[in-house]
Structure formats: structure tokens, C-alpha cells
């Protein structure tokens, strides 16, 4: 069986820094213009079986909506093959994927950004419908489906005629989730979608994700900072560090076992209402390192609480670790070393 | 038990607009204990950050604190002219805002700003002034402290930034520090290094500590006290644990349980249905009976009171959770 | 809609400001002066015919010698003063708007396609605009209508050349700032090509803030226009504009018929100081960042 969505040796740069002007610097008597290069994704390989919830976590500027945007074909990979239903995508122009759009659909972070504020909700919601079928359906038939869309995601066909800033960030979030459900794809990825909302509003949209997702066997590429959503939501979870994936196992594997260090001091870090679900097991020092100056061998070495010599050397790679989970650490081979 | 240090009664901050009067703060009253920390909790639109800048005297038309009064160490910060407000703030009541940015200047070296805090709270020396920067910055984990004296802002990473804002708030040893959302821009990693060193330095100096914030889990971690807002108004307050373990408000339960909770291992979360009302248009009655699956008519016409609950815990709640329905 | 928008913010803020009540007083009367004018002065100046060179250099009305049929007075050739200048008026204000409008199409366009796609378009255009912003923009139009030659039709180029780069920038920025949003990669992912991106997404949303550049616009416009027909190498005078109204009366106006020359300049003064002062309203309501 092909995987929904399966990415190998993903890597995305950016050149940052501006223009030829921008970047001119006189170094040492010479005139000199250097590349500004951030390594967002630095060869990720994932996958995503049909009907499964994956989540991606990692801190701000981990490379995990790269990933995203990425696979959605916002952006062009630098490196890597990204398969949808056995298709390559990677190198595809726009219209080539066209049809793949039609599997593969996004929800975004920004309820206020990620609606055209100049747009009417019906219109929003049957975009990507109307892309697809160039035209060709019939003007009743499509706004048929954005009315049964809109009241399958808790709205109503009243709120068809209206524009985005008349709704709450729940409800544009709503609409978001329509639009992508407007193709009927079998592959969403959701950037984010809730880190935006108020408490009790992101419950009602992971419930209704949910239930999407049971209703339609939708796969999910579910990208996220917080663990606990990760925990409902999400069959698997992929850990990514410096765009790297450092560790990814079925999520009561990963949550009962974290072994890479940095999962655990996520794990530990993360806050909790229960007094009981505190842990203090590990507890990192300073700061992420600048993804336009990797450090040598591993990534998390600079603040990896057991790291020696080796770490520095040798970028360890990522490898079956029992469990089914994947782990890139050094600790694997020499597990005498995991004692503080 | 003596006087708290910080008492609010009462106190209603509206904002005139144009499209009508938001009663941003509509009869708070909370106190603040010498040495606590005090959760303020809710979601957007609670107005708990509007309750932290009435208390610092912070709020600009067209809104305005239309009554109530807020003791700080038994003098009434309401009825105090912006000369005494401008001592106060800084060296008795220092605030940490969400984005560090916002506070900081960058156009001046993180040197020059803390030492025009103790320039303008403290008698100190140049010497002294330079000295005890040195050891603020190095208390909040900032190394080679005297060096980043000269540093811009911009140059200290989002984190080291917000340290940076700490330190500065701790300069004057104010006795009460109002952080709104201080973590919540953060990384979970680095925010749980500021959490730590936000506690120690509060605990370590006596001072009192309102946070306020979104997340429930951050306030179980950190308070000793929560109040709950809901619509500008008190729904629930009273010791953490209590409150966190037995909610009597079903506002304050439905928050709790929207959290995914790891240990319950629930297909779908317990979620609050609907959203907040339009707070230029609140309900008659219960401002979150449209939400509640407590609600009766009684909620419908009586707005309810705070009610004493025992054990320090209040609810304003016509079926509070753990009496009978 | 009407309803809604007599008792919106906007409306309201509007009843409030007297400058603004001001300015837009003075344009209401100005549109009325360019949409009827040559119905509301008994006499076409530009037809021969009806001049009378028996009174040529008549003073204003309230004057010794003045004439009621003349109310501001006469030219050298007997014109009606009132009627030259609401015949200069449509003149001077078809310009500016025309001009506006094509600075506001080419500037537009020129942005979007920079901000959009960036690269070396974008460093070409923009390279462009630096160097023409170096100059002052009379300086420019000064130069250009020098190798056109008078005209409204050259009048309008060189206008146009001077006024698309301050849209450019404009929109460019506002481009730049739109397509980090979702909501256009929710297009992308939607399957949409760049020109409909552009069409659908970014020009409905980089179009506001044009709305203050261009109104500020068509008064600098007006006074360009009229410094160059001053200067001569404007309009033809066969269509005078009232910057050419003025320069016809300034040879004159050291003979004591000051009146030809000074009241096409109040005229002018007045005109732009009503745009002005409406520009600066729509300014303060429309531009978010002051809010």
C-alpha cells in the first residue's frame, strides 16, 4: 500500500539578506558578497498512511511549518522527493498540481490572516472547488456544497453572504476548515490550527477535526507547539529540532518513553494542570542555535545536558530504536551515558 | 491575618467607543496576599489585561476606571494624581508585558535603561547604579552581565529579552509585580526557565506577583491564588489547588476540562459550546448561561453574586458544581 | 448599505471635523464649477466672436469702471475673467485627475509586479524610482515637456512619468506585506495562477492606502501643471488652464490690472488647499497605523 503522503530526504534553504546591494560587504580590502543561507529543513523523511494523524512539533523556528508549506508546494523544496498517493511532487510547476491540490488541501495558523478579508465567505469556501473543476460545475451545484460545507463545520447558509471580520477567530477557523474540505481531500495539513485560539474554542475546533477526520478517513500532517494537543490529536508524532527530526514514535511510545533528549526536556518543560503529571526529569540551558550557523554533528549538542565528544563530530542519524520508534542520539549506542 | 497588600473592590474600567460602551472590567474585586502570587485567568475579552493597567493607573481614553477602589498597602491608587502613580509605578508596582519588545526602547542600551530606573527610584551613584545592574542581569541568568550592558535590545533573543524585562521590573524591589502574559510569546523550553525564575526571584525578595494569562497550566505551576474572569466580571477565585481540583464555577470547569489532559484519555474533549457574547451587548442575567449546561431560568433573570464557598473559595454561580443541579 | 454607512465611524468622525467639512465644501463648489461651469458664465472666452475688445481690461465689478456683466473683470482681449477661469478650472482639474488616474495605473501595476514576484524586476523597477525621487519631480516634468513641446496630452505624460513612482513604492510595500499572509498561500494551495492570485487576492488589498496618495496627488498635480503653463511649456494657449490664466495676467500685472493674474491664483489656492485638507482627513480615517 502507498502512503498517503511520504517525503524523503526533505530540504529546504533560504537566502536571506536582500538584494546584491544589501549584502555587499568590503572584508579585508575586497569587495565581497555573502551568501545568507537558513537551513530551515535539513533532509526529513516522513510518512503519513492513509486516515493517520501525525504530528509534527518542535519550537518556533524548528523548520516544522517549512515542512508544511513546503509539502503543501507553497514553497519549492531545495532537496528531497515528496510523494502524495505515490505521486512525486517536488518538482511539479503550478499547474501540474492541480490535480494533486485536489487530494491535498492546508489549514493555516492565523484565523485573521489566513481569510481575504475582501472576500464573501461563500466565495472563500468554494475557491478551491471552483479551481478544480475550471468552470465546468454548475454555478447551484457548487453553492450547494459551500452551504452543506458551512453547516457541516457549525456555521450556517446565513453566514455565506458575510465577510470574515464579521466572525470570531473560532468561526473564521470554521470557514478555513471548509475550504480545504471543499475538494474532499484525503490528505490536510494543518499548520498550527489552533495555537491562536481562546481554550475552550480550541477544543470545539480539535473535536470538530475529529470528527472530520473519523467521517471523511482524512489524514492529517498536524503541525504544533503544544503537547497536549499533540496528545489527543495525533496517532504518531515526528519531534523536529534545527530542522531536523530528532526522534518520532507512536505517540504512547513517545509519551510513556521519550529517549531523545531534547523530547524529554519538551516533555518536562511543558506545563500542567495536574500536580501529579509534573516531572522534573531534564532541564535544558540556554537557547536554540541560529539556523544560518549549524552547529557540527549533532544539533541539540549545545544544550544537550549529556553531549561529549562524539556529538560534536558525528551528526547522528535517525534509526530504529524498538517500540517503532526512530531516534537520532548517540545515547543508543552508549547508554552509560544517560545519567545526569 | 494581616491587610493584603493589594485589595480591589469593585472596580469598573469602561471604554467609550463608537460602537457603544464596553464594560471592560465590571465589578472586580480580588486581593492580592504579601508574598503570593495571584492567577488571574480567562479567556480574550476576560479583560484581565485591562484589570493589570487600571492598576497601574494605565488606562488612556477613551477608556476610563469609572469606579471602585484598588488599596495598595492601604492607600487608594484611584484617588492618587499621576505625579504619585508615576512614583509608584517602577518602584512599587512594576509591570512585564507579553512582548518584551514593547517594553524595551531600542534605541538605548539595556545599560542606560536600567540605570535610568534606578536613576529616577533610587539614591544611588553612578558606581552603584552600574553595580547593581551588573547583579540584576546576572539574577535573571543573564551571563557576562557587565558586558551586555551595552547591548541594543535586538541583539538578546526572545527569551534573554524577556530576562532582560524581568530584571528591569525587579531593579526598584517593587513590592508587587503585574505580568501579563509574560511567557506566552515564548518557546515551551525557555518558558519554563522564565516560570522558574520568575518564582524565585519573587519568593526569594517577598515580593507579590499578579499573572496574568491564559493558560491554566501555567497558573496551577506558578499561584498560589486564582481569580477567574469571565466577560469583565469575577466568575470564581480562591486558593489554586481548590479551584483547579474542585471548580465550583461550570465556566471555570469547562476550561479545565478543554485542556487535553493525558491522564483521562478522552476521545473528545469536554468542550464549552458557542462563544462569548458580544460584550457591548451582554445578557440579562448570567453572562455565561448560553454556554452553561447548568443553566436554568433563574440564570436568565438573576444575575448571581460571588458567593463564599468555604475554604476561601467564591463562585458566582446560581448551580455551583458541587451542590446538587 | 447607505444606512450603514450614514451612521459608521467614518461618518461620524466626519461631522466632527471641521477641516474636513472644509475641504470637501470647497470641492463640492469646485465640482459644480467643472461639471456646469459653462453653463453658469453667459460668455464662451474661447469664441472670438463673443468678445468685445471695447472692454478689454474692465477691473472687477466693485470698482471704479468695473461692470456687472464682468464680475471679476476682463482680459486684454475683453474676456470675461469669471468665465476664463471656470473654463480654466475644468482645464486644470481634467488634467490633474487624468494624470492621476494613469500615475495610479502604471504606479499600481509596476508594484504589484515588483512586490510579487521580486527579483530582478523588482531591482529594475525600484532602481528606477530611486533615481526619479532624486530629482525634484518640476525639475523632471520641466525637462520632458521641454523635449515634447507644449500640449495636454504631453502635459499628461510628463505628469504621469513624475507621479506612478510614489504608488510604486506604495503598493509595492503593501504587496510585500500581503503575500506573507495566508490567506494567499491558502490561494496557492488552492490551485490558483499567479495572475489570478494577483487579481483576486492582492489588488483588492493594496488599493486603500492609494486612495489618500492619489487625492493628495491631484493637487501637487494641479500646481505642477499650472507652474508649467506658467513657465510656458505647458498647455497650448488655446486651452488655457489657470496656471495659464495667471501667467497671461502677470505680464500685466505690474500696470496695475492686477485682477488678471490674482484671482486664477485664488482659484488654484483655493482648490488645493480644499484638496488638501480632505486628503488630510481621509488620511487620519483610512490609514490603520495612526489609529
Not at chain 3, 147 to 158: N, Y
Request: with cysteine.
Amino acid at each position: 500500500m502507498t502512503a498517503m503522503l511520504e517525503i524523503e530526504g526533505l530540504e529546504q534553504r533560504f537566502h536571506v539578506g536582500g538584494g546584491i546591494f544589501e549584502r555587499m560587504r568590503v572584508e579585508k580590502g575586497r569587495l565581497r558578497i555573502p551568501d545568507r543561507i537558513v537551513h530551515a529543513v535539513n533532509g526529513v523523511s516522513l510518512k503519513v498512511a492513509a486516515g493517520e494523524v501525525l504530528a509534527l512539533v518542535g519550537e518556533s523556528g524548528c523548520g516544522k511549518s517549512t515542512v508544511a508549506k513546503t509539502v503543501a508546494r507553497i514553497y519549492k523544496p531545495t532537496a528531497g522527493t515528496i510523494r502524495i498517493d505515490g505521486t512525486d511532487i517536488s518538482g511539479l510547476g503550478q499547474r501540474a498540481l492541480l490535480p494533486v491540490r485536489a487530494k491535498m488541501q492546508m489549514i493555516f495558523q492565523d484565523p485573521y490572516a489566513s481569510l481575504n478579508p475582501r472576500q464573501k465567505v461563500r466565495d472563500i469556501v468554494a475557491e478551491p472547488l471552483l479551481q478544480q473543476t475550471r468552470g465546468r460545475a454548475a454555478r447551484a451545484e457548487v453553492a450547494g456544497r459551500t452551504l452543506a460545507l458551512l453547516e457541516r463545520v457549525g456555521l450556517n447558509a446565513e453566514h455565506a453572504n458575510r465577510y470574515p471580520h464579521q466572525f470570531s477567530g473560532g468561526q473564521r477557523q470554521r470557514i478555513g476548515i471548509a475550504r480545504a474540505l471543499s475538494v474532499n481531500p484525503r490528505l490536510i495539513i494543518a499548520d498550527e490550527p489552533v495555537s491562536a485560539l481562546d481554550v475552550s474554542i480550541q477544543a470545539q475546533i480539535l473535536n470538530l477535526m475529529k470528527d472530520l477526520r473519523d467521517e471523511f478517513g482524512l489524514a492529517y500532517l498536524f503541525i504544533t507547539h503544544d503537547l497536549s494537543v499533540v496528545h489527543h490529536i495525533a496517532d504518531r508524532v515526528a519531534v523536529m529540532y534545527l530542522g531536523f527530526v530528532v526522534e518520532e514514535a507512536p505517540r504512547d511510545t513517545l509519551f510513556a518513553a521519550p529517549r531523545h533528549p531534547y523530547t524529554r526536556a519538551l516533555l518536562s518543560a511543558a506545563p500542567a494542570i495536574d500536580p501529579a503529571a509534573r516531572k522534573d526529569e531534564i532541564e535544558v540551558t540556554g537557547e536554540v542555535p541560529s539556523a544560518l550557523d549549524l552547529p557540527s554533528g549533532c544539533c541539540f549538542r549545545t544544550r544537550c545536558p549529556f553531549a561529549w565528544e562524539r556529538c560534536a563530530a558525528e551528526r547522528p542519524v535517525l534509526r530504529d530504536a524498538g517500540d517503532g520508534a526512530r531516534v537520532a542520539c548517540h545515547l543508543l549506542d552508549e547508554p552509560q551515558r544517560d545519567a545526569p | 491575618m494581616t491587610e493584603a497588600l493589594l485589595q480591589v473592590e469593585g472596580l469598573r474600567t469602561h471604554f467609550h467607543t463608537f460602537s457603544g460602551t464596553v464594560r471592560a472590567v465590571d465589578g472586580v474585586s480580588f486581593a492580592v496576599g504579601r508574598g503570593e502570587i495571584m492567577g488571574l485567568v480567562g479567556e480574550s475579552g476576560g479583560g484581565k489585561s485591562v484589570v493589570g493597567f487600571s492598576l497601574l493607573g494605565l488606562i488612556d481614553p477613551p477608556g476610563r476606571i469609572e469606579g471602585g477602589t484598588i488599596r495598595f498597602d492601604g492607600e487608594d491608587l484611584t484617588a492618587a494624581g499621576e505625579a504619585r502613580m508615576r512614583r509608584i509605578r517602577g518602584r512599587e508596582i512594576a509591570m512585564v508585558f507579553q512582548d518584551p519588545m514593547t517594553s524595551l526602547n531600542p534605541l538605548h542600551t539595556v545599560g542606560r535603561q536600567m540605570d535610568e530606573v534606578l536613576r529616577l527610584h533610587t539614591d544611588l551613584d553612578a558606581a552603584a547604579r552600574r553595580a547593581r545592574s551588573v547583579e540584576m542581569l546576572e539574577s535573571v541568568g543573564i551571563s557576562r552581565a557587565a558586558e551586555r550592558l551595552s547591548a541594543y535590545p535586538h541583539q538578546f533573543s526572545g527569551g534573554m529579552r524577556q530576562r532582560v524585562v524581568i530584571a528591569i521590573a525587579l531593579l526598584a524591589s517593587p513590592r508587587l509585580i503585574v505580568a501579563d502574559e509574560p511567557t506566552t510569546a515564548l518557546d515551551v523550553t525557555i518558558q519554563s526557565q522564565i516560570l522558574k525564575l520568575m518564582r524565585r526571584q519573587i519568593r526569594e525578595r517577598g515580593a507579590s506577583m499578579i499573572l496574568i494569562t491564559h493558560d491554566l497550566a501555567v497558573v496551577a505551576e506558578m499561584a498560589d491564588h486564582i481569580t477567574v474572569l469571565y466577560c469583565g466580571k469575577v466568575v470564581e477565585r480562591g486558593p489554586a489547588d481548590t479551584v483547579l481540583r474542585r471548580p465550583a464555577h461550570p465556566y471555570t470547569r469547562g476550561l479545565i476540562d478543554s485542556i487535553p489532559n493525558p491522564a483521562l484519555r478522552k476521545e473528545r474533549l469536554n468542550q464549552i459550546p458557542g462563544m462569548v457574547p458580544d460584550i457591548r451587548n451582554l445578557p440579562v442575567g448570567c453572562n455565561f448561561r448560553d454556554r452553561c449546561p447548568r443553566a436554568t431560568a433563574l440564570c436568565a433573570e438573576v444575575e448571581p453574586a460571588l458567593q463564599d464557598r468555604g475554604s476561601g473559595q467564591w463562585a458566582a454561580c446560581h448551580h455551583p458544581l458541587d451542590a446538587a443541579p | 448599505m447607505t444606512a450603514a454607512f450614514l451612521s459608521s465611524e467614518f461618518v461620524h468622525n466626519y461631522r466632527r471635523n471641521p477641516s474636513a467639512i472644509a475641504g470637501s465644501a470647497i470641492l463640492v463648489i469646485f465640482a459644480v464649477i467643472v461639471t456646469l461651469g459653462p453653463w453658469l458664465v453667459w460668455q464662451d472666452p474661447y469664441d472670438i466672436a463673443s468678445l468685445n475688445l471695447l472692454d478689454s481690461y474692465k477691473p472687477p465689478m466693485w470698482l471704479p469702471g468695473g461692470d456687472a456683466a464682468y464680475p471679476l473683470g476682463t482680459d486684454g482681449q475683453g474676456r470675461d475673467l469669471l468665465a476664463a477661469i471656470f473654463y480654466g478650472t475644468r482645464v486644470s482639474v481634467m488634467i490633474g485627475l487624468t494624470a492621476m488616474a494613469f500615475s495610479c495605473l502604471l504606479g499600481t501595476a509596476a508594484g504589484i509586479l515588483a512586490g510579487y514576484y521580486g527579483g530582478v524586476i523588482d531591482s529594475v523597477l525600484m532602481r528606477i524610482a530611486d533615481v526619479q525621487l532624486s530629482f525634484p519631480s518640476m525639475l523632471i516634468a520641466l525637462f520632458l515637456m521641454s523635449a515634447f513641446g507644449t500640449g495636454v496630452d504631453k502635459v499628461l505624460i510628463a505628469l504621469t512619468a513624475v507621479g506612478w513612482v510614489v504608488y510604486a513604492r506604495t503598493v509595492r510595500g503593501q504587496t510585500l506585506s500581503e503575500i506573507e499572509k495566508e490567506y494567499v498561500q491558502a490561494a496557492r494551495v488552492a490551485g490558483l495562477s499567479d495572475t489570478k492570485i494577483i487579481l483576486r487576492h492582492i489588488l483588492p488589498n493594496v488599493t486603500t492606502p492609494l486612495i489618500v496618495v492619489a487625492t493628495v496627488q491631484v493637487g501637487t498635480f494641479i500646481l505642477i501643471e499650472a507652474s508649467l503653463s506658467f513657465l510656458g511649456v505647458g498647455v497650448p494657449i488655446t486651452q488655457p488652464s489657470l496656471g495659464l490664466l495667471i501667467k497671461n495676467g502677470f505680464d500685466v500685472l505690474f500696470s496695475g490690472l492686477w485682477w488678471t493674474s490674482v484671482f486664477p491664483g485664488l482659484f488654484i489656492m483655493a482648490l488645493v488647499f480644499g484638496i488638501n485638507l480632505f486628503g488630510d482627513f481621509l488620511r487620519d480615517e483610512l490609514n490603520p497605523r495612526l489609529k
